[in-house]
């Protein structure tokens, strides 16, 4: 499963979004670190949950690192998230 789809879907099942973005920004970061062929290494994550209306910005932070968990351990080298 390509990295994009897999945070797309885990983000799905976890905050059951009503907006959701996942933005493949690998391609801006090519010869820096962290970036790999083939891309999906920097993702942009903009999204809107009602799930995480009522946390501050460090806890939905940590909710979407918590959930991406897998992603970020060796597959994902960035992620910018805009929780909306």
Do not use: Y
């Not at 809107?48 to 597959?75: F, M, P, T, W, Y």
């Amino acid at each position: 499963m390509l990295v994009k789809d897999a945070i797309i879907s885990k983000l799905n099942a976890t905050f059951s979004p009503e907006h959701l973005e996942v933005i493949d920004e690998s391609e801006l970061h090519r010869g820096h670190g962290g970036w790999r062929e083939g891309g999906e290494t920097h993702f942009r994550v903009v999204i809107s949950a009602q799930s995480l209306a009522d946390k501050s910005r460090v806890e939905q932070h940590r909710a979407i690192n918590g959930c991406l968990a897998e992603e970020l351990e060796d597959r994902v080298h960035a992620l910018v998230i805009k929780v909306k």
